[in-house]
């Protein structure tokens, strides 16, 4: 049985009766038991799987009417809850919390008969880019262990790209799936704002994330994104997916597109030679399937790291203020303290990066400053936004390479804050403007990925795919071997 299999032929190979779910289920448990002790990227398995796989096995067996995801193994990013089950967004600071509710991404998939195999590992909140703030250990790229995976993301990257899963639900705040999706050759997609339900995942900063689908394919992220899309009671930012069938039309192409390719995301100063390279050859990719590449200039993109990291700290600084060891929290004993040393004694559990944000959280729009840094960085948002509608009426479509960088080794980089944060050059721009970006895997070089990024005009993600499956059919990368 093939483990690296995309959710679309592991559905036909149920139905043909290829292999049974419990079959299917067991070999990625195993599977796990056997590469996860190297890789981490599970913080938890889900110890009933084999009684879901089973039940669902009954269904198929009885002719029942089963969902459309027939048992298929995803895992689930640490900071989206399922009920009964730990949600500790890899902090020590919900080490021991059990989630009161269910996500409405995992309750949809669990109402198409998917299982969520187990909950991936990231950096602690979603803040990072390399799983190294992870509370319990980072994940290991499994192309290269010696390399980060990316991040935050990075075990939902890890676990699809290793075979444990056949895909992952991530979060994206300004690239946690883009780039793991990247730095582990498989498919990242962050939804426009508003796409995808983001009840039940824990706010890191809320105004700009979303949750989305990490895949083996663009078809895979195409059928996901039909599940998990559309209007949620529980989420009042969520819009109408419309009934989109974003697989039926996947293979449209580009030709006639207008694709722009965004001069400040490409500049050779910030690349690499290697991902200079890809990108060029993937514009001639486009301009082979009949799409025209030309450049343009995003004038406030050098800008959006410094607005982003603003933006962000601000909103995380009052998102984990609920963490006092009040609300959420762990046993502490308070005697010897007054109030607000037990409350600082409390938050020490947070780890640096946390703390880092959380202080810069509480300065940047604080009375003084607000003006020098918060308010700035909201005119660069709505600048950013202003020039991304311009340009959206010209162009189809944005691209770029997904990270600047390929994979780095452990510890490269997490001393020097402000190239680490330049990582994210490129994918915080859809995050600002609320559009929808995809990393596609274009490249193995020196035995490490490189991805696309494409990015499309807000709800266009049917076209967005269009592209992605159009430049995705034109490689054929080798399989990961761990
Ligand atoms: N690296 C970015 C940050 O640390 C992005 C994280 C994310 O998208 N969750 O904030």
Redesign the pocket.
Known sequence: MDLGISALNYVSGIKNNEFTVEEFISKSLERINEVDKNLHAFLQINDVAIKNAKEIDAKIKSNQDVGKCYGMPISVKDNICISGSKTTCASKVLENFIAPHTSTVVSKLSSEDAIMIGKTNL?EF????STEFSAYGPSKNPWNTDCVPG??SGGSGVSVAANECIASLG???????R?PASFCSIVGLKPTYGLVSRYGLVS??NSI?QIGPMTKTVKDSAFLLNIISGIDPNDNTTLDNKDQDYLSNIDEGVSGKKIGVVTEMTNPDGLSTDVLNATNDAIKTFEKLGANCEHVSLQMVPYTVAA??TI?STEAGSNLARYDNVRYGYEMDSSGFEFNSYISQARSKFGPEVIRRMILGGFVPSAGHAGKYFLKALKVKSKLITEIKHVFEKFDFLISPTVPIQPFKFGEKINDPVSF?M??MN??TA?LTGIPAISVPYKITNGLPIGIQIMANHLEENSLLQAAYALEKTVDLPEVSI
Not at 171 to 177: H, K, Q, V, W
């Open positions: 950096d979603a803040m990072g880019l991040g935050s979060s994206d705040t300004g690239g946690s799936i780039n890191y900063a994330e982003y990291y962000t944060m990582v994210d994918t915080v995050n």
